[in-house]
């Protein structure tokens, strides 16, 4: 009994009147802690309604279940911006920036919400910009200290000092600082690349724009491949005028390869006297480079025969602007002899999804029947939330002979249509009780099964298999001449349907065969037909346990149970918990509440007649898994029918339990 009330755990969603059948799909899955199918279902969900702003704020909460702080931050930006007053949705995304190392996005996030928020969101946004702020503050007067004192600070044994303190700056908004202090480092390293992209930024944020411009147009000709291509995707499509190309070569003296693009920018204008200084200047900077020394023999070769053609010889082919290919070309030869098929998995595995993308698309018009290239461009295109890309791909890696990426690429296909899959549920509660002096273990193995014959009807209705345990260990000792039994003690092997969620509601019903492991108990048989069956209603309020911000919660559980084992008896149950979530670096969460439970039955059993308060403690630990936490409840009992009861008429209650759930 206490199993089915624990099953449905509250779970934070604030949905709507009039929800389609993706998003009742999806707060059924949610109830069931099956976390994977309600994250692809909220997204579905959120393709047909982009600015529902709540359903953002559930798919935040359930991708945080799983370990997705990433998808989690990006979901709560979502609906802050559908929402700027969500004080809640503001916490939570500025936490996960902090985490998910976007630490400006963080601080700054803090510092609006310590001026502009409620008294209790305003106390949490104050601490938690102190703890960012002072550590950025202390760092920066450290490293300036530390070159003060240095007899040397602009040569290269400083760089350190001068990185630190560039990256402390911009971190911490002072931008000035920042910008001079990445100046330095690119005089002291003028040969690493990735300065010119911290550079850029800081200029942008500054509003020097033409200098950020330049700065991006050096690096996208640079010699590093992953700095070329971060720095392409920032600059604009329209191709570079030629004051552009200078104002980046004056950042950037020693780029060959923006000299030489420049060069040949020139002759398709015409201007051959600017060409030959830029093939002078390359030749000045590398004496061999023999393409520069052939295009000069060949531009002296014109001034000497006028009527010649303007073409210079062993240039590259024009492109389709007119232009020389390295000019119209946008740096094709940045990445000219790369593996596509390599880069493209390193960067999806990096969470670079464009980059991913472009990869890949190269890779499988290499090779059309590589199958994991088509199933790695499925989750590209997924996590870049094209889904109808994305299911086209899947459909294409599931047809493959390797049955691993088949079989992963078939069930992301059915997700992601919302078709059921089969499913396993694995939940155990172990518990101990003062009350009655007993320790018990409470657990579940269901496996959904999707009939193909029911067609539609598997949207609405869930059919599993499921073995359940009931069992305690004054039970398990020898049987003294009038035994009590607290359990079950049986393990019950039946099958069942269940409805989708709706509005927070859930129902099902169940059949099957409850086997005792107690050989010699009398009361029951050794094997009995065991009928239940139930509706359920779960929400939660307000900052719930596995949020990322502190703050005051509500949540409810209501249980009417049918039980054949228990003289065919109805169990109503009502479980409130109110309080306070404390969110503790790390991913550490504590919830101090008061518990108000109601228990009722139509028989009028004692047992099941009860109402009890008192406080309890939550608790979610570091090493634990999203779905796993501790709780301590210290109850005042008491029984409200009397009849028959062989125990006082009131009780107290300690229990310590366990919760651990996991679908696969």
Same mark, same amino acid.
């Given at each position: 009994?206490?199993?089915?009330?624990?099953?449905?755990?509250?779970?934070?969603?604030?949905?709507?009147?009039?929800?389609?059948?993706?998003?009742?799909?999806?707060?059924?899955?949610?109830?069931?802690?099956?976390?994977?199918?309600?994250?692809?279902?909220?997204?579905?969900?959120?393709?047909?309604?982009?600015?529902?702003?709540?359903?953002?704020?559930?798919? +935040?909460?359930?991708?945080?279940?799983?370990?997705?702080?990433?998808?989690?931050?990006?979901?709560?930006?979502?609906?802050?911006?559908?929402?700027?007053?969500?004080?809640?949705?503001?916490?939570?995304?500025?936490?996960?920036?902090?985490?998910?190392?976007?630490?400006?996005?963080?601080?700054?996030?803090?510092?609006?919400?310590?001026?502009?928020?409620?008294?209790?969101?305003?106390?949490?946004?104050?601490?938690?910009?102190?703890?960012?702020?002072?550590?950025?503050?202390?760092?920066?007067?450290?490293?300036?200290?530390?070159?003060?004192?240095?007899?040397?600070?602009?040569?290269?044994?400083?760089?350190?000092?001068?990185?630190?303190?560039?990256?402390?700056?911009?971190?911490?908004?002072?931008?000035?600082?920042?910008?001079?202090?990445?100046?330095?480092?690119?005089?002291?390293?003028?040969?690493?690349?990735?300065?010119?992209?911290?550079?850029?930024?800081?200029?942008?944020?500054?509003?020097?724009?033409?200098?950020?411009?330049?700065?991006?147009?050096?690096?996208?000709?640079?010699?590093?491949?992953?700095?070329?291509?971060?720095?392409?995707?920032?600059?604009?499509?329209?191709?570079?005028?030629?004051?552009?190309?200078?104002?980046?070569?004056?950042?950037?003296?020693?780029?060959?390869?923006?000299?030489?693009?420049?060069?040949?920018?020139?002759?398709?204008?015409?201007?051959?006297?600017?060409?030959?200084?830029?093939?002078?200047?390359?030749?000045?900077?590398?004496?061999?480079?023999?393409?520069?020394?052939?295009?000069?023999?060949?531009?002296?070769?014109?001034?000497?025969?006028?009527?010649?053609?303007?073409?210079?010889?062993?240039?590259?082919?024009?492109?389709?602007?007119?232009?020389?290919?390295?000019?119209?070309?946008?740096?094709?030869?940045?990445?000219?002899?790369?593996?596509?098929?390599?880069?493209?998995?390193?960067?999806?595995?990096?969470?670079?999804?464009?980059?991913?993308?472009?990869?890949?698309?190269?890779?499988?018009?290499?090779?059309?029947?590589?199958?994991?290239?088509?199933?790695?461009?499925?989750?590209?295109?997924?996590?870049?939330?094209?889904?109808?890309?994305?299911?086209?791909?899947?459909?294409?890696?599931?047809?493959?002979?390797?049955?691993?990426?088949?079989?992963?690429?078939?069930?992301?296909?059915?997700?992601?249509?919302?078709?059921?899959?089969?499913?396993?549920?694995?939940?155990?509660?172990?518990?101990?009780?003062?009350?009655?002096?007993?320790?018990?273990?409470?657990?579940?193995?269901?496996?959904?099964?999707?009939?193909?014959?029911? &067609?539609?009807?598997?949207?609405?209705?869930?059919?599993?298999?499921?073995?359940?345990?009931?069992?305690?260990?004054?039970?398990?000792?020898?049987?003294?001449?009038?035994?009590?039994?607290?359990?079950?003690?049986?393990?019950?092997?039946?099958?069942?349907?269940?409805?989708?969620?709706?509005?927070?509601?859930?129902?099902?019903?169940?059949?099957?065969?409850?086997?005792?492991?107690?050989?010699?108990?009398?009361?029951?048989?050794?094997?009995?037909?065991?009928?239940?069956?139930?509706?359920?209603? +779960?929400?939660?309020?307000?900052?719930?346990?596995?949020?990322?911000?502190?703050?005051?919660?509500?949540?409810?559980?209501?249980?009417?149970?049918?039980?054949?084992?228990?003289?065919?008896?109805?169990?109503?149950?009502?479980?409130?918990?109110?309080?306070?979530?404390?969110?503790?670096?790390?991913?550490?969460?504590?919830?101090?509440?008061?518990?108000?439970?109601?228990?009722?039955?139509?028989?009028?059993?004692?047992?099941?007649? %009860?109402?009890?308060? &008192?406080?309890?403690?939550?608790?979610?630990?570091?090493?634990? +898994?999203?779905?796993?936490?501790?709780?301590?409840?210290?109850?005042?009992?008491?029984?409200?029918?009397?009849? +028959?009861?062989?125990?006082?008429?009131?009780?107290?209650?300690?229990?310590?339990?366990?919760?651990?759930?996991? %679908?696969?």
């Amino acid at each position: 009994m206490f199993a089915c009330a624990l099953l449905a755990g509250a779970l934070s969603s604030y949905g709507q009147t009039a929800v389609d059948a993706e998003l009742n799909a999806a707060y059924k899955s949610l109830a069931q802690k099956d976390y994977d199918s309600a994250i692809e279902l909220f997204r579905k969900a959120l393709a047909k309604q982009p600015d529902n702003a709540s359903v953002h704020k559930d798919l +935040a909460y359930t991708l945080l279940k799983t370990g997705e702080n990433a998808d989690a931050r990006d979901e709560f930006e979502s609906a802050l911006k559908l929402n700027p007053k969500d004080e809640t949705a503001a916490l939570e995304y500025a936490f996960l920036c902090f985490e998910t190392k976007k630490q400006i996005e963080a601080r700054r996030t803090f510092d609006r919400l310590r001026h502009t928020g409620s008294p209790t969101t305003r106390a949490t946004a104050e601490q938690a910009f102190q703890n960012i702020d002072r550590p950025l503050a202390d760092g920066i007067a450290r490293w300036q200290q530390a070159l003060e004192r240095s007899p040397n600070p602009n040569e290269l044994p400083m760089f350190s000092a001068h990185w630190e303190l560039a990256q402390l700056a911009e971190l911490r908004d002072e931008l000035p600082l920042a910008a001079r202090e990445y100046e330095i480092c690119r005089k002291l390293k003028p040969d690493l690349g990735e300065l010119l992209l911290h550079l850029a930024r800081v200029w942008r944020q500054l509003n020097r724009l033409d200098d950020a411009n330049a700065t991006l147009l050096a690096a996208s000709r640079g010699h590093d491949s992953r700095t070329a291509e971060l720095a392409l995707d920032q600059l604009s499509t329209r191709y570079p005028y030629p004051y552009e190309f200078e104002k980046a070569i004056a950042l950037d003296p020693q780029n060959v390869a923006l000299r030489r693009e420049l060069a040949f920018l020139y002759l398709a204008m015409h201007k051959q006297d600017e060409a030959v200084k830029q093939f002078e200047q390359i030749l000045a900077i590398n004496p061999r480079d023999q393409l520069s020394r052939d295009q000069l023999d060949a531009l002296h070769g014109i001034k000497k025969h006028p009527q010649a053609t303007l073409q210079p010889a062993s240039s590259p082919a024009t492109g389709a602007n007119g232009l020389p290919a390295s000019a119209s070309g946008a740096s094709s030869g940045a990445s000219s002899g790369r593996d596509a098929r390599s880069m493209g998995m390193k960067s999806l595995k990096a969470g670079y999804i464009p980059d991913a993308i472009r990869y890949l698309t190269r890779a499988h018009e290499e090779d059309p029947d590589d199958a994991e290239v088509m199933l790695k461009l499925a989750w590209a295109y997924n996590a870049a939330k094209q889904d109808d890309q994305a299911m086209q791909w899947f459909d294409q890696a599931r047809q493959s002979d390797d049955p691993e990426i088949a079989a992963e690429a078939n069930k992301a296909f059915h997700n992601l249509r919302g078709d059921p899959v089969p499913q396993t549920t694995v939940w155990l509660l172990p518990m101990f009780s003062t009350r009655w002096n007993d320790a018990f273990t409470y657990g579940q193995v269901k496996r959904t099964i999707p009939l193909s014959v029911l &067609g539609g009807w598997n949207k609405l209705l869930s059919f599993y298999v499921s073995t359940r345990f009931d069992g305690d260990v004054r039970s398990g000792l020898p049987l003294t001449v009038a035994p009590t039994y607290f359990s079950e003690n049986a393990f019950i092997f039946g099958v069942g349907v269940s409805s989708r969620t709706w509005h927070h509601f859930t129902g099902w019903v169940e059949a099957g065969e409850a086997v005792s492991y107690l050989p010699n108990r009398h009361d029951v048989g050794m094997a009995i037909p065991d009928y239940r069956g139930g509706v359920n209603f +779960a929400k939660g309020f307000g900052t719930l346990l596995g949020s990322h911000s502190s703050g005051f919660f509500y949540e409810t559980t209501d249980d009417g149970i049918y039980v054949s084992r228990f003289d065919k008896d109805w169990l109503l149950y009502s479980q409130h918990r109110t309080g306070r979530t404390f969110r503790a670096w790390g991913n550490t969460s504590a919830q101090v509440l008061l518990n108000a439970n109601v228990t009722q039955d139509l028989k009028r059993q004692y047992w099941a007649n %009860t109402f009890e308060m &008192g406080p309890g403690v939550k608790v979610h630990l570091p090493w634990m +898994a999203p779905n796993v936490y501790l709780s301590t409840d210290f109850l005042r009992g008491v029984y409200t029918d009397n009849q +028959a009861n062989p125990h006082r008429p009131n009780y107290y209650d300690f229990r310590l339990s366990f919760w651990y759930a996991i %679908t696969k």
